[in-house]
T-cell receptor
């Protein structure tokens, strides 16, 4: 049958505003979470990560929040810039997995920053 | 420090052919994983290697295979190509496994099957 593309959630913000990108993960046993940024034609670029024993972690202009109770992850970008325009993916890694580092990715959110 | 390097970056193959993609991890990284990215299915795990051993395998047919060499470089092969194999194939590396270190991705190999 015909292939249907993933419907990516989209977020459009004005330059200088703060952005919040949300992600619901599936495995309650996941113990490591990563946010990646993917620009058109490029591979995913690491932004920030967080382990399940934390609920908040901050980087440069970015903050990740983890709510294990509702299996929710969010990425906050402060003072969003045009260069932040990209697709953002959350990824989860299950606990143990026999040592495997297999990542399960979310569908992604397309962020557009308007000048 | 060089990042994850994937070759070739772009290639076009005909249905029924086979293809080999190469990945050189970041220096010092011993764990390599492969992912397939398509508009329809998003990013999906293919397989993972550490010390030349496959640690995990995703839900892909046996036409998809891979290996890792003693220098941690990795290759993946897809035989009897189908139109649906057209995708961006991404390689990722880490010091691994589960060492708490970051997983970095390469720029990918764009495969088009015609």
């Amino acid at each position: 049958g015909e292939s249907v593309g993933l419907h990516l959630p989209t977020l459009s913000v004005q330059e200088g505003d703060n952005s919040i990108i949300n992600c619901a993960y599936s495995n309650s046993a996941s113990d490591y979470f990563i946010w990646y940024k993917q620009e058109s034609g490029k591979g995913p670029q690491f932004i920030i990560d967080i382990r399940s024993n934390m609920d908040k972690r901050q980087g440069q202009r970015v903050t990740v929040l983890l709510n294990k109770t509702v299996k929710h992850l969010s990425l906050q970008i402060a003072a969003t810039q045009p260069g932040d325009s990209a697709v953002y993916f959350c990824a989860e890694m299950g606990a143990s997995q026999g040592g495997s580092e297999k990542l399960v990715f979310g569908k992604g959110t397309k962020l557009t920053v308007n000048p | 420090k060089a990042g994850v390097t994937q070759t070739p970056r772009y290639l076009i193959k005909t249905r029924g052919q086979q293809v080999t993609l190469s990945c050189s991890p970041i220096s010092g990284h011993r764990s390599v994983s492969w992912y397939q990215q398509t508009p329809g299915q998003g990013l999906q795990f293919l397989f993972e290697y550490f010390s030349e051993t496959q640690r995990n395998k995703g839900n892909f047919p046996g036409r998809f295979s891979g290996r890792q060499f003693s220098n941690s470089r990795s290759e993946m092969n897809v035989s009897t190509l189908e139109l649906g194999d057209s995708a961006l194939y991404l390689c990722a590396s880490s010091r691994g496994p589960r060492s708490g270190n970051t997983i970095y991705f390469g720029e990918g190999s764009w495969l088009t099957v015609v």
